[in-house]
Protein backbone atom coordinates (compact mmCIF):
# COMPACT_ATOMS: atom_id res chain seq x y z
CA UNK A 1 0.00 0.00 0.00
CA UNK A 2 1.61 3.58 -0.50
CA UNK A 3 1.83 6.19 1.67
CA UNK A 4 -0.24 9.15 1.69
CA UNK A 5 1.39 12.16 2.84
CA UNK A 6 -0.35 14.66 4.15
CA UNK A 7 0.46 18.25 1.87
CA UNK A 8 2.44 21.06 3.58
CA UNK A 9 0.26 23.79 4.56
CA UNK A 10 0.80 26.96 2.03
CA UNK A 11 3.41 29.32 3.08
CA UNK A 12 1.99 32.68 3.56
CA UNK A 13 3.13 35.38 0.33
CA UNK A 14 5.55 37.57 1.08
CA UNK A 15 4.47 41.35 0.70
CA UNK A 16 6.20 44.35 0.19
CA UNK A 17 5.68 45.30 4.05
CA UNK A 18 7.70 42.36 4.48
CA UNK A 19 10.65 43.04 2.50
CA UNK A 20 10.86 46.77 4.23
CA UNK A 21 10.54 45.01 7.50
CA UNK A 22 13.60 43.04 6.08
CA UNK A 23 15.59 46.23 4.56
CA UNK A 24 14.43 48.62 7.44
CA UNK A 25 12.94 51.14 5.19
CA UNK A 26 9.56 51.87 4.76
CA UNK A 27 7.07 50.36 2.20
CA UNK A 28 7.38 53.49 -0.12
CA UNK A 29 10.55 53.09 -0.33
CA UNK A 30 10.84 49.63 -1.45
CA UNK A 31 7.90 50.42 -4.44
CA UNK A 32 10.18 53.32 -5.68
CA UNK A 33 13.01 50.46 -5.89
CA UNK A 34 10.70 48.33 -7.54
CA UNK A 35 9.27 50.80 -9.59
CA UNK A 36 12.86 52.88 -11.00
CA UNK A 37 11.14 55.68 -8.95
CA UNK A 38 13.79 58.51 -7.07
CA UNK A 39 16.11 56.62 -4.90
CA UNK A 40 19.47 56.41 -4.21
CA UNK A 41 21.61 53.57 -6.16
CA UNK A 42 23.09 52.37 -2.27
CA UNK A 43 19.60 52.46 -0.93
CA UNK A 44 17.72 50.35 -4.11
CA UNK A 45 20.69 47.92 -3.71
CA UNK A 46 19.71 47.66 0.04
CA UNK A 47 16.11 46.94 -1.24
CA UNK A 48 16.97 44.34 -3.40
CA UNK A 49 19.19 42.63 -1.19
CA UNK A 50 16.01 42.10 0.78
CA UNK A 51 13.92 41.00 -1.94
CA UNK A 52 16.28 38.42 -2.34
CA UNK A 53 16.64 37.59 1.13
CA UNK A 54 12.60 37.22 1.49
CA UNK A 55 12.06 35.57 -2.19
CA UNK A 56 9.56 38.59 -2.58
CA UNK A 57 8.05 38.05 -5.73
CA UNK A 58 6.10 41.22 -7.36
CA UNK A 59 2.45 40.88 -9.13
CA UNK A 60 3.59 41.51 -12.32
CA UNK A 61 -0.01 41.85 -13.57
CA UNK A 62 -0.69 44.63 -10.86
CA UNK A 63 2.61 46.94 -11.65
CA UNK A 64 1.85 46.28 -15.49
CA UNK A 65 -1.53 47.81 -15.32
CA UNK A 66 -0.53 50.63 -12.36
CA UNK A 67 3.02 51.24 -14.27
CA UNK A 68 1.95 50.96 -17.83
CA UNK A 69 5.42 49.08 -18.31
CA UNK A 70 5.49 45.72 -19.28
CA UNK A 71 9.24 44.90 -19.11
CA UNK A 72 9.59 44.16 -22.74
CA UNK A 73 11.78 45.98 -25.32
CA UNK A 74 11.02 46.15 -28.73
CA UNK A 75 13.38 45.10 -31.52
CA UNK A 76 13.04 46.25 -34.87
CA UNK A 77 15.72 44.85 -37.41
CA UNK A 78 15.99 45.97 -41.14
CA UNK A 79 17.06 42.41 -42.56
CA UNK A 80 17.19 38.82 -40.17
CA UNK A 81 18.86 37.47 -42.74
CA UNK A 82 21.87 39.87 -42.43
CA UNK A 83 24.62 38.69 -40.26
CA UNK A 84 25.04 41.90 -38.69
CA UNK A 85 21.30 42.63 -37.72
CA UNK A 86 21.38 38.43 -36.32
CA UNK A 87 24.53 39.39 -33.92
CA UNK A 88 23.50 42.52 -32.90
CA UNK A 89 20.16 40.90 -31.88
CA UNK A 90 21.80 38.19 -30.04
CA UNK A 91 23.76 40.98 -28.27
CA UNK A 92 20.17 43.13 -27.12
CA UNK A 93 18.67 39.94 -26.17
CA UNK A 94 21.73 39.08 -23.89
CA UNK A 95 21.66 42.29 -22.04
CA UNK A 96 18.04 42.50 -21.86
CA UNK A 97 17.63 38.64 -20.23
CA UNK A 98 20.82 39.87 -17.72
CA UNK A 99 18.33 42.70 -16.86
CA UNK A 100 14.85 40.92 -16.58
CA UNK A 101 13.94 41.95 -19.61
CA UNK A 102 12.21 40.62 -22.49
CA UNK A 103 12.72 41.16 -25.98
CA UNK A 104 9.77 41.35 -28.87
CA UNK A 105 11.70 40.67 -32.40
CA UNK A 106 10.18 42.54 -35.63
CA UNK A 107 12.00 42.06 -39.29
CA UNK A 108 11.04 44.75 -41.27
CA UNK A 109 12.25 43.70 -44.38
CA UNK A 110 13.27 47.06 -45.54
CA UNK A 111 10.13 47.70 -46.05
CA UNK A 112 8.81 51.33 -44.61
CA UNK A 113 4.97 49.85 -44.54
CA UNK A 114 6.08 46.71 -42.37
CA UNK A 115 7.51 49.18 -39.77
CA UNK A 116 4.88 51.84 -39.64
CA UNK A 117 2.86 48.84 -38.83
CA UNK A 118 5.29 47.37 -36.17
CA UNK A 119 5.51 50.58 -34.80
CA UNK A 120 1.87 50.94 -34.00
CA UNK A 121 2.02 46.77 -32.64
CA UNK A 122 5.23 48.32 -29.84
CA UNK A 123 3.01 51.31 -29.05
CA UNK A 124 0.21 48.91 -28.56
CA UNK A 125 1.93 46.51 -26.01
CA UNK A 126 3.60 49.16 -24.34
CA UNK A 127 7.02 48.57 -24.18
CA UNK A 128 9.45 49.61 -22.14
CA UNK A 129 11.44 51.14 -24.87
CA UNK A 130 12.48 50.31 -28.15
CA UNK A 131 15.86 49.95 -30.29
CA UNK A 132 15.42 50.47 -33.95
CA UNK A 133 17.51 50.26 -37.42
CA UNK A 134 15.27 52.28 -39.57
CA UNK A 135 14.90 52.43 -43.17
CA UNK A 136 15.63 55.90 -44.72
CA UNK A 137 12.23 56.82 -45.89
CA UNK A 138 11.36 56.24 -42.14
CA UNK A 139 14.20 57.65 -40.75
CA UNK A 140 13.14 60.71 -42.62
CA UNK A 141 10.07 60.63 -40.70
CA UNK A 142 10.69 59.95 -37.72
CA UNK A 143 10.94 63.71 -36.65
CA UNK A 144 6.84 63.82 -37.04
CA UNK A 145 5.63 60.92 -35.78
CA UNK A 146 4.26 60.57 -32.79
CA UNK A 147 6.53 58.34 -31.23
CA UNK A 148 5.94 58.28 -27.36
CA UNK A 149 8.53 55.26 -26.11
CA UNK A 150 12.25 55.57 -25.29
CA UNK A 151 14.34 54.94 -28.57
CA UNK A 152 17.51 54.44 -29.62
CA UNK A 153 18.73 53.79 -33.63
CA UNK A 154 21.14 51.70 -34.60
CA UNK A 155 22.65 51.55 -38.23
CA UNK A 156 20.98 54.65 -39.14
CA UNK A 157 21.18 57.75 -36.79
CA UNK A 158 17.72 59.34 -37.92
CA UNK A 159 17.05 63.26 -37.40
CA UNK A 160 19.95 65.13 -36.08
CA UNK A 161 19.34 65.39 -31.99
CA UNK A 162 16.48 63.44 -31.11
CA UNK A 163 17.29 60.02 -30.81
CA UNK A 164 19.99 58.26 -28.91
CA UNK A 165 22.35 56.14 -31.60
CA UNK A 166 24.79 53.34 -32.20
CA UNK A 167 26.90 53.47 -35.17
CA UNK A 168 29.96 52.03 -36.83
CA UNK A 169 32.41 54.59 -38.31
CA UNK A 170 31.04 53.58 -41.71
CA UNK A 171 33.17 56.25 -43.64
CA UNK A 172 36.65 55.79 -41.58
CA UNK A 173 36.27 51.91 -42.25
CA UNK A 174 35.76 51.85 -45.77
CA UNK A 175 38.47 54.40 -46.61
CA UNK A 176 41.02 52.10 -44.63
CA UNK A 177 40.55 49.57 -46.68
CA UNK A 178 41.55 51.49 -49.47
CA UNK A 179 44.21 52.35 -47.67
CA UNK A 180 45.20 48.31 -46.87
CA UNK A 181 44.53 47.58 -50.68
CA UNK A 182 47.20 50.75 -52.05
CA UNK A 183 49.53 49.67 -49.50
CA UNK A 184 49.38 46.28 -51.39
CA UNK A 185 50.13 47.59 -54.52
CA UNK A 186 46.47 47.80 -56.05
CA UNK A 187 45.58 50.74 -57.98
CA UNK A 188 42.18 50.15 -59.61
CA UNK A 189 39.69 49.38 -56.78
CA UNK A 190 35.89 49.26 -57.36
CA UNK A 191 33.42 49.45 -54.79
CA UNK A 192 30.09 47.65 -54.30
CA UNK A 193 27.59 49.44 -52.33
CA UNK A 194 23.95 49.12 -51.93
CA UNK A 195 21.93 51.40 -53.63
CA UNK A 196 19.12 51.92 -50.99
CA UNK A 197 21.64 51.96 -48.09
CA UNK A 198 22.16 54.77 -45.67
CA UNK A 199 25.51 52.33 -44.51
CA UNK A 200 26.32 51.70 -47.89
CA UNK A 201 26.47 55.45 -48.86
CA UNK A 202 28.51 55.89 -45.91
CA UNK A 203 31.19 53.56 -47.31
CA UNK A 204 30.78 54.86 -50.22
CA UNK A 205 31.96 57.98 -49.17
CA UNK A 206 34.91 56.86 -46.97
CA UNK A 207 36.04 54.84 -50.29
CA UNK A 208 35.80 58.47 -52.37
CA UNK A 209 37.90 60.01 -49.51
CA UNK A 210 40.49 56.90 -49.13
CA UNK A 211 40.70 56.87 -53.45
CA UNK A 212 41.00 60.83 -53.49
CA UNK A 213 43.40 60.73 -50.84
CA UNK A 214 45.68 58.70 -52.98
CA UNK A 215 45.11 60.36 -56.53
CA UNK A 216 43.05 57.22 -57.75
CA UNK A 217 39.76 57.29 -59.65
CA UNK A 218 37.16 55.91 -58.01
CA UNK A 219 34.74 53.37 -59.63
CA UNK A 220 31.39 53.27 -57.63
CA UNK A 221 28.82 50.72 -58.35
CA UNK A 222 25.48 51.17 -56.30
CA UNK A 223 23.38 47.68 -56.76
CA UNK A 224 20.74 45.71 -54.20
CA UNK A 225 22.20 44.92 -51.22
CA UNK A 226 22.32 41.15 -51.86
CA UNK A 227 24.24 38.33 -53.40
CA UNK A 228 22.38 37.50 -56.33
CA UNK A 229 21.98 41.37 -57.92
CA UNK A 230 25.82 41.69 -56.79
CA UNK A 231 26.55 38.61 -59.03
CA UNK A 232 24.89 39.94 -61.92
CA UNK A 233 26.39 42.80 -61.62
CA UNK A 234 29.87 41.50 -61.90
CA UNK A 235 28.86 38.97 -64.41
CA UNK A 236 31.61 41.51 -66.57
CA UNK A 237 34.06 41.01 -64.39
CA UNK A 238 36.68 39.15 -66.52
CA UNK A 239 35.83 42.34 -69.08
CA UNK A 240 36.34 45.11 -66.44
CA UNK A 241 39.42 43.75 -65.21
CA UNK A 242 39.89 45.31 -61.79
CA UNK A 243 42.22 44.65 -59.36
CA UNK A 244 40.07 44.89 -56.59
CA UNK A 245 37.00 44.95 -55.20
CA UNK A 246 35.97 46.54 -52.15
CA UNK A 247 32.48 45.11 -50.89
CA UNK A 248 30.38 46.86 -48.29
CA UNK A 249 28.59 43.99 -47.33
CA UNK A 250 28.91 40.35 -46.18
CA UNK A 251 25.94 39.90 -49.18
CA UNK A 252 28.08 41.83 -51.58
CA UNK A 253 31.39 39.95 -50.89
CA UNK A 254 29.64 36.76 -50.79
CA UNK A 255 28.09 38.01 -54.66
CA UNK A 256 31.33 38.98 -55.35
CA UNK A 257 33.49 36.09 -54.67
CA UNK A 258 31.22 33.80 -56.80
CA UNK A 259 31.36 36.14 -59.74
CA UNK A 260 35.15 35.90 -59.65
CA UNK A 261 35.14 32.35 -59.28
CA UNK A 262 32.32 32.04 -62.70
CA UNK A 263 35.05 34.09 -64.50
CA UNK A 264 37.43 32.07 -63.97
CA UNK A 265 39.24 34.75 -61.88
CA UNK A 266 42.06 34.05 -59.20
CA UNK A 267 41.64 35.28 -55.67
CA UNK A 268 44.30 37.48 -55.23
CA UNK A 269 46.02 36.74 -58.35
CA UNK A 270 44.00 38.32 -60.61
CA UNK A 271 41.86 40.06 -58.37
CA UNK A 272 41.79 40.91 -54.69
CA UNK A 273 38.59 41.23 -52.46
CA UNK A 274 37.57 42.31 -49.20
CA UNK A 275 34.70 43.99 -47.00
CA UNK A 276 32.59 44.00 -44.52
CA UNK A 277 31.70 41.69 -41.47
CA UNK A 278 33.43 38.93 -40.06
CA UNK A 279 31.80 35.90 -40.97
CA UNK A 280 32.73 32.24 -40.22
CA UNK A 281 32.79 31.76 -44.10
CA UNK A 282 34.77 34.48 -45.01
CA UNK A 283 37.48 32.57 -42.65
CA UNK A 284 36.90 29.44 -44.38
CA UNK A 285 37.00 30.25 -48.23
CA UNK A 286 40.16 29.32 -49.53
CA UNK A 287 41.72 32.61 -49.18
CA UNK A 288 41.03 33.80 -46.47
CA UNK A 289 39.02 37.19 -47.19
CA UNK A 290 39.94 40.64 -45.77
CA UNK A 291 37.26 41.90 -43.85
CA UNK A 292 35.85 44.74 -41.25
CA UNK A 293 35.09 43.24 -38.23
CA UNK A 294 32.32 45.03 -36.80
CA UNK A 295 31.73 45.51 -32.50
CA UNK A 296 28.59 43.40 -32.40
CA UNK A 297 28.11 42.85 -29.11
CA UNK A 298 29.64 46.61 -28.58
CA UNK A 299 26.32 47.71 -30.91
CA UNK A 300 23.91 45.66 -28.62
CA UNK A 301 25.03 45.91 -25.32
CA UNK A 302 25.62 50.17 -26.11
CA UNK A 303 22.44 50.63 -27.90
CA UNK A 304 20.61 48.74 -24.22
CA UNK A 305 22.73 50.91 -22.25
CA UNK A 306 21.77 53.94 -24.14
CA UNK A 307 17.98 52.83 -23.60
CA UNK A 308 18.54 52.23 -19.69
CA UNK A 309 20.45 55.48 -19.37
CA UNK A 310 17.02 57.56 -21.23
CA UNK A 311 14.70 55.50 -19.20
CA UNK A 312 16.77 56.52 -15.85
CA UNK A 313 17.20 60.40 -17.43
CA UNK A 314 14.49 61.32 -20.06
CA UNK A 315 15.50 64.86 -19.85
CA UNK A 316 19.08 64.05 -20.47
CA UNK A 317 21.19 65.49 -23.83
CA UNK A 318 20.92 63.01 -26.68
CA UNK A 319 23.92 61.12 -27.42
CA UNK A 320 25.40 59.20 -30.17
CA UNK A 321 28.22 56.99 -30.31
CA UNK A 322 30.56 56.03 -33.19
CA UNK A 323 32.92 53.19 -32.46
CA UNK A 324 35.67 51.51 -34.88
CA UNK A 325 35.28 48.49 -36.41
CA UNK A 326 38.62 46.37 -36.75
CA UNK A 327 40.34 45.00 -39.91
CA UNK A 328 41.16 41.19 -40.44
CA UNK A 329 43.93 41.06 -42.76
CA UNK A 330 43.53 37.69 -44.91
CA UNK A 331 44.91 36.59 -47.73
CA UNK A 332 42.85 37.78 -50.21
CA UNK A 333 44.28 40.98 -50.15
CA UNK A 334 47.99 40.08 -50.35
CA UNK A 335 50.62 42.08 -52.22
CA UNK A 336 50.89 41.92 -55.76
Known amino acids: MK ?6 PPQPAVGIKDVARAAGVAPATVSRALGKGPISDALREQVMQAVRATGYRPNLAARRLRSQETGTIGLMVADIANPFFTGVARAVEHAAFEAGLRVILCDSDRDPAREASYLQLMQEERVTGLIMAPTRATAQRLAGMALDLPTVLIDRAGPPGLFDSVLLDNAEAASGLVDHLVAKGHRRITGLFGET ?9 GYATGMARHGLAPDARFIPPA ?4 EAA ?8 PGALLAANSLLLLGALRASRQAGLRVPSDVALCGFDNEPWTELVEPGLTVVEQPLEEIGRGAMQLLFDRLRDP ?9 SGRQVVRGSTAAR
Open 197 to 205: SDTGRARAE
Open 315 to 323: GAPVRKVML
Open 3 to 8: SITSPS
Open 234 to 241: LAVLREAS
Open 227 to 230: TPPA
